[in-house]
């Protein structure tokens, strides 16, 4: 189960509102998804409808209980929201968390173990913080394996972003721990020059540390809300519900990239263990072996090499003579060659890459895969086709939203960017990237 925490101590920058449009969006793909409220103020429940005066236990109950020698399991307070979503509603007793903790040891790891007993129900745990640096967001930092940073793109919050930064990272030094820390640009106006200037800012200072969605500022979302309703119910074709559902990709996406990692490297081991098995093999390997000598001749045979061997037979057979196996075979020595288990080949290699989303050189071609479940239409547009996306067409690969293109390229550096139902964007899957004179970012493509 991956936890991922919506920090920031600035209030205002809808914490609240991504941590549930994402957990929403992240429900709708098909994960198992539980969203924990960690802020006193309890907004989680108020924007999924959850009535207030019904919720008896929440997650103050658990976090304490171990302090109390009353284990409570997270299961006793959970709402469902959909049947991929449920909530870990919070309660005003938050405010006071804190101060009951006060001289608990390994107070900060209470969320952490409360987590670790639900990890195999749930793909991911999404954790609202409360807009303070305290014990409840140290809590849900210790449990965290990936923080986002919601930013809103004004100059006060920009100012924050980096205190917010230094504080995270003081915080995981702390405590020993990485976390993958990464910033979203949220309620993003375009109509205003301060808000195109901040955000150009932002992806200068943050390139390889930004989500390249943003979410936009619109009311249909402040609407949702005031209805309990995430935008993927209250209008599932309004800009904000794709911003969330892009979001959601990318977050899926991360998580692919870092599972290719762990194949790659995975591979590389196995290859080197098994090398090793060889070399060990070879080393220890009794030299030993016998070879039966023909009985029907009177005079001892000599001692025989393979190739000897070999000649003589033909001898034998030139004279007619017939060679017999003996009843009790003599021997004499000769060593054993072993032969290692031969390596895959590149293109078994790349083959199983190609199988991977994003970008891989594969023998004189390049192939290109994606995931985008719910596309119509999904094209490359870059300066191999002199950005004409109609000339590169994606084709969609089986049920699962998987897209894919294989094409021969030069030598040489190439941009390129995706085109989704006529929407232009980086390529989500490949890490590297620059920008572009638009304030966008393109992708980059290296042959070698």
């Known amino acids: 189960m991956r936890i991922v925490a919506i920090v920031n101590q600035?209030?205002?920058?809808?914490?609240t509102t991504i941590s549930i449009n994402l957990a929403s969006a992240l429900a709708e793909t098909g994960q198992k998804i539980l969203l924990v409220d960690m802020d006193p103020q309890s907004h989680c429940a108020v924007g999924l409808a959850v009535p207030e005066q019904q919720i008896e236990q929440s997650i103050y109950d658990v976090l304490i209980s171990r302090s109390r020698n009353e284990p409570m399991k997270m299961t006793e307070i959970l709402w469902q929201i959909s049947d991929k979503l449920e909530l870990a509603p919070a309660s005003i007793d938050l405010s006071a968390f804190e101060q009951q903790m006060a001289g608990i040891p390994d107070r900060e790891c209470c969320l952490r173990d409360a987590l670790e007993q639900v990890k195999g129900d749930y793909d991911y745990a999404i954790v609202d913080c409360p807009p303070a640096v305290g014990l409840l967001t140290f809590n849900a930092l210790r449990a965290a394996t990936h923080v986002i940073v919601p930013v809103e793109t004004g100059y006060f919050a920009l100012h924050g972003l980096s205190k917010q930064l230094e504080t995270l990272s003081i915080l995981c030094n702390r405590c020993s721990q990485h976390v993958d820390?990464?910033?979203?640009?949220?309620?993003?106006?375009?109509?205003?020059?301060m808000a195109r200037e901040i955000l150009a800012e932002l992806r200068e200072r943050f390139a390889?540390?930004?989500?390249?969605?943003?979410?936009?500022?619109?009311?249909?979302i402040k609407e949702a809300a005031s209805f309990g309703q995430p935008i993927s119910e209250?209008?599932?074709?309004?800009?904000?519900?794709?911003?969330?559902?892009?979001?959601a990709e990318e977050v899926l996406g991360a998580q692919t990239k870092e599972q290719r990692r762990e194949f790659v490297n995975s591979l590389a081991d196995q290859l080197e263990s098994i090398s090793a098995t060889a070399d060990e093999l070879l080393r220890t390997a009794k030299p030993p072996v016998k070879i039966v000598e023909a009985p029907n001749i009177q005079e001892p045979a000599p001692t025989l090499q393979t190739d000897q061997l070999v000649g003589a037979a033909?001898?034998?057979?030139?004279?007619?003579?017939q060679i017999q196996a003996p009843a009790e075979p003599q021997t004499t020595e000769q060593p054993i060659q072993i032969q290692p288990p031969e390596e895959p080949t590149p293109l078994d290699t790349g083959q199983k890459l190609s199988d991977y989303y994003g970008v891989n050189q594969i023998s004189d071609a390049v192939v290109f895969v994606t995931l985008?479940?719910?596309?119509?239409?999904?094209?490359i547009a870059g300066d191999f086709n002199?950005?004409?996306?109609?000339?590169?067409?994606?084709?969609?690969?089986?049920?699962?939203g998987v897209w894919q293109t294989k094409m021969k390229l030069p030598q040489g550096k190439y941009r390129y960017r995706l085109v989704v139902d006529g929407q232009w964007q980086q390529d989500p899957y490949n890490e590297h990237t620059e920008m572009n004179p638009f304030g966008e970012f393109n992708s980059i493509l290296e042959v070698n």
């Not at 002199?386 to 699962?400: C, Y």
Request: hydrophobic share 30%; glycine share 6%; charged share 25%.
């Open 10 to 15: 600035k209030g205002g920058c809808g914490k």
């Open 181 to 193: 820390v990464r910033v979203l640009a949220s309620m993003y106006d375009i109509r205003t020059k």
């Open 208 to 220: 390889d540390k930004m989500f390249a969605t943003i979410v936009n500022f619109s009311t249909k």
């Open 234 to 247: 209250y209008d599932p074709a309004s800009k904000g519900q794709k911003d969330f559902q892009a979001l």
């Open 314 to 321: 033909v001898e034998t057979a030139e004279h007619k003579t």
């Open 372 to 379: 985008y479940p719910r596309a119509e239409n999904v094209q």
């Open 386 to 400: 002199n950005w004409q996306p109609t000339l590169t067409p994606m084709e969609k690969i089986g049920p699962s």
